[in-house]
């Protein structure tokens, strides 16, 4: 096996990402289980943010590092909550106030209109000059309330006219194959040979 290090220790995200890469001979180590503390992210876009994470975590364990920048943006609002997504109510990060929020924000706005953004970066170490970069979108509208027990973050408020489900309500493997990390997955992917 193949060892890379997942620049973030959020165990719903380890998951994903170990269910799509463990068949391809990766393991995944989440940076936390080798004492790497979290990067900092100041860049206001997801692929500078993803960069960051990836070459911190790749200096820290002398591995392979791939790192997530994701988000939602709500087109009633300009693009936010965006690359402040995990972190919109404040700190500490909490799901249910980060909602509440948008929620609040959106108010009766009838253009419910939004997509999730996924950046995924891989450095095959911290100087890579060519790291791999690949982009997911995945389109939906925010309800006026929650729906759902899978997923986590927006996903209780994510809704899916083609299916009529929220992506809380989607089984793991249809949301893995449809998402904007499962999309942005593929792309990696099929690059990942090239390692």
Not at 30 to 46: K, M, S, V
Not at 88 to 98: H, L, Q
Not at 137 to 157: K, N, S, T, V
Not at 182 to 191: F, N, P, S
């Amino acid at each position: 096996m193949k060892k890379l290090v997942l620049a973030s220790n959020n165990a719903k995200k380890m998951k994903e990402l170990n269910a799509l890469l463990a068949p391809l001979g990766f393991e995944v180590i989440p940076q936390g289980a080798l004492g790497i503390p979290e990067a900092e992210e100041p860049h206001c876009t997801f692929v500078e943010n993803a960069l960051a994470k990836a070459r911190h975590a790749a200096r820290l364990s002398g591995l392979p590092a791939l790192a997530d920048d994701s988000g939602l943006c709500v087109t009633a609002l300009g693009g936010a909550p965006g690359v402040y997504s995990a972190r919109y109510a404040g700190e500490p990060k909490s799901d249910a106030r980060n909602n509440e929020k948008l929620l609040a924000e959106l108010g009766e706005n009838c253009n419910r209109a939004a997509h999730f953004v996924s950046l995924i970066v891989l450095v095959r170490h911290a100087d890579d000059p060519q790291p791999l970069i690949a982009e997911g979108e995945w389109h939906g509208q925010i309800l006026p309330a929650q729906r759902g027990e899978g997923g986590f973050g927006y996903d209780p408020m994510f809704y899916l006219p083609e299916f009529d489900k929220t992506a809380a309500e989607l089984d793991a493997e249809t949301k893995n194959g449809i998402s904007h990390r499962g999309q942005a997955m593929q792309q990696l992917i099929a690059r990942l040979p090239a390692l």
